[in-house]
C-alpha cells in the first residue's frame, strides 16, 4: 500500500500540461535517435542532456528518460526494416525480425517487438515501485564510510561482473580515475594535474566528456561504416496489433524467463545487450524446433526485446538507490542528477520524494504512450533513414558543439569535447568499454571525497569499513565481486573434479 500511495503522489507531480508536453517530445527525439545507426540511447541523452538546463530536476529527468525510453523502442524499427540494428542491443532482433520482413511480415515482426519492448518495460518497472520504499528505510543510516563502500561496490561489480575483458575495464576505469582527479582538491584545496592551464582548475566536466565520447565517437564510426540503406515498408494497422497480442499467451514462459533475465541484468552491469543475447539464447536453446530459430520465428522476437528493455529499465534502479549505473545511459543520468543538484544514493528516496516517484510515475506513462506513439507512427520514423546521412551529421556535431560551450561559456569545453571525441572513437576500434570511463569520471571524486572523510573520521584506520554490520557487508560484496571471476574459477576446477 506504501508504494501505490507513493506512485499516486508521483502521477500528481507528473500529470502537468508542461511536464505531458516535454514527455511527448521526449519520446519523438528518442525514437529518432533510436532509428538512426550510429545514435541511439547514450549518444542521444548525451546529446541532449544541455537543453535540460534550465529546467527543474523532475522536468529534466522526465524529458531524458522519454529520450531513453523512445530509443530503446526505435532500435527495433531498422533491425527489421532494414538489417541495421539502431542500437546495439537491437542485433539479436535482426536474428529472426528481418527474416520476418523478408517474407512479408515486417508489421508483425514490429508489433511483437513493440509489444515485448513495453511488456519488459512494465515487469521493470514494477520491480523498481515494489523495491524503491525498501530502500529509503535504511537511508538515513548512511555516512562517509558506507557512502565509500557502495562506491567501491559499483567499481568492482564492473569489474568483477562486467562481460567486457578484465583489463579493458580496468584501463578504462583508470584513466576515468586519473580525469576525476584534475582540478582543485575539495578537500585541502590544491591544485591537481592542471599543467598552469587556467580552464582546468574547475576540472574535467563530465558533460563535455560525455558528449565527446559518445556523440562525436559515434559519428567519426558511423562516417567510416556507414553503409547504402534498402529495407522493407512496413505499415501496422489494427488488425495485425490484435493478431499479435491474441497469441502472447502462447509465449507467456519466453517473455516472464526474458523480462527475469533483463531485470537481472540491469541492476548488475550486466546491461541490455548480454540480456538481449541471453535472452534469444536460451530461448532458442528450450524451444523444441530450435532450426527454426533465424528463419522468422516470431519468439526470436519476444525473447531478445523483451530482455533489453528489462534491463534498460532496470539499470535506473541501482542508479537512483546507490549511485550505480547499471548502463551507459545510466551513467550519463546520474551525471545529470549531479548537474541537477541531486546526490544519488538512498538519501534521493527521503530527501526528494517528488523527483523519485514523478520519475517513476514517467516510467508507467512514458511508455504507455511510446507503445502507441510507435505503433501509429513506424512509416514515418523509418523514412528518416533514407535522408542522405551528409545531411544529417553536420546537424549533430553542431549540436554537441553548443551544447559543450554552453554548459561553461568555454571554447575550451569544445575542444576538450573533440578530443574526448577522438578518445571515444579509438576505444570503440580496439573494444575498450566506455560505460567504465564514464563511471569513474562521474563518481572518482565523490568516491575519494567518502574515503578521506572516513579516514579523517577513523584516524587512518582502514578498520572503519567493517565498523558496523551494513559498510562491513557491502565492502565484502564489493571485494567478492572483484574477485568472483577468480572464485568462479575455483567452484567450476572443484565441481570437474
Not at 565520447?213 to 529495407?231: D, Y
Not at 524446433?289 to 539499470?315: L, M, N, Q, W, Y
Not at 538519501?347 to 520519475?359: D, N, Q
Request: hydrophobic fraction near 55%.
Amino acid at each position: 500500500m506504501e508504494a501505490f500511495g507513493l506512485l499516486l503522489y508521483g502521477f500528481k507531480v507528473l500529470l502537468t500540461w508542461k511536464i505531458l508536453a516535454l514527455m511527448m517530445v521526449g519520446l519523438s527525439l528518442g525514437i529518432f535517435v533510436g532509428v538512426l545507426p550510429g545514435l541511439g540511447g547514450p549518444n542521444g541523452v548525451a546529446i541532449l542532456l544541455p537543453l535540460t538546463f534550465t529546467m527543474d530536476p523532475t522536468t529534466a529527468i522526465v524529458m531524458l528518460s522519454c529520450i531513453y525510453w523512445g530509443a530503446l523502442f526505435g532500435g527495433a524499427i531498422t533491425s527489421i526494416l532494414f538489417n541495421i540494428p539502431g542500437e546495439a542491443w537491437s542485433v539479436a532482433t535482426t536474428f529472426d525480425g528481418y527474416p520476418m520482413a523478408q517474407k512479408g511480415q515486417a508489421a508483425e515482426a514490429l508489433t511483437a517487438a513493440f509489444t515485448s519492448s513495453f511488456f519488459g518495460s512494465l515487469v521493470a518497472v514494477l520491480l523498481i515501485t515494489f523495491l524503491a520504499p525498501r530502500i529509503a528505510d535504511f537511508a538515513l543510516r548512511f555516512g562517509p564510510p558506507e557512502f565509500f563502500a557502495v562506491y567501491l561496490l559499483t567499481f568492482c561489480s564492473f569489474v568483477g561482473l562486467g562481460r567486457e575483458e578484465k583489463h579493458k575495464v580496468i584501463i578504462s576505469m583508470s584513466l576515468g580515475l586519473i580525469l576525476a582527479g584534475i582540478g582543485m582538491d575539495t578537500v585541502s584545496g590544491q591544485l591537481r594535474m592542471t599543467f598552469g592551464n587556467e580552464d582546468l582548475l574547475r576540472g574535467v566536466n563530465f558533460l563535455v566528456a560525455v558528449i565527446g565520447l559518445f556523440g562525436i565517437s559515434e559519428i567519426l564510426l558511423t562516417m567510416e561504416e556507414r553503409l547504402a540503406l534498402r529495407g522493407h515498408v512496413a505499415k501496422i494497422n489494427l488488425k495485425v496489433v490484435l493478431s499479435v497480442w491474441k497469441d502472447l499467451p502462447k509465449y507467456w514462459w519466453t517473455l516472464l524467463r526474458s523480462a527475469a533475465i533483463g531485470c537481472w541484468l540491469g541492476i548488475t552491469p550486466g546491461g541490455a545487450i548480454a540480456a538481449s543475447f541471453m535472452g534469444y539464447n536460451i530461448a532458442k536453446r528450450m524451444a523444441k524446433d530450435k532450426d527454426s530459430f533465424g528463419k522468422g520465428r516470431i519468439e526470436g522476437v519476444f525473447a531478445p526485446e523483451t530482455a533489453a528493455h528489462a534491463s534498460g529499465t532496470s539499470a535506473l534502479l541501482p542508479m537512483l538507490a546507490l549511485g550505480i549505473p547499471g548502463s551507459g545511459t545510466a551513467a550519463i543520468l546520474l551525471g545529470g542528477l549531479m548537474v541537477w543538484g541531486l546526490n544519488p544514493g538512498p538519501m534521493l528516496f527521503v530527501e526528494h520524494k517528488s523527483f523519485v516517484w514523478g520519475l517513476i510515475a514517467s516510467m508507467y506513462l512514458g511508455n504507455i504512450v511510446g507503445l502507441v506513439l510507435v505503433l501509429t507512427t513506424v512509416p514515418l520514423f523509418a523514412s528518416v533513414l533514407r535522408v542522405p546521412f551528409a545531411a544529417i551529421a553536420p546537424m549533430i556535431v553542431v549540436s554537441c558543439a553548443i551544447g559543450a560551450y554552453a554548459i561553461q561559456n568555454a571554447m575550451f569545453d569544445i575542444w576538450l569535447m573533440v578530443g574526448f571525441g577522438v578518445v571515444g572513437y579509438v576505444f570503440k576500434k580496439i573494444g575498450i568499454p566506455l560505460a567504465p570511463l564514464t563511471l569513474a569520471l562521474v563518481l572518482g571524486s565523490r568516491a575519494e571525497d567518502s574515503f578521506r572523510l572516513s579516514m579523517i573520521g577513523a584516524n587512518g584506520d582502514l578498520r572503519v569499513f567493517w565498523s558496523n554490520g551494513l559498510v562491513g557487508t557491502i565492502t565484502t560484496l564489493a571485494l567478492v565481486l572483484l574477485f568472483w571471476p577468480l572464485i568462479g574459477r575455483l567452484f567450476q576446477r572443484r565441481a570437474s573434479s
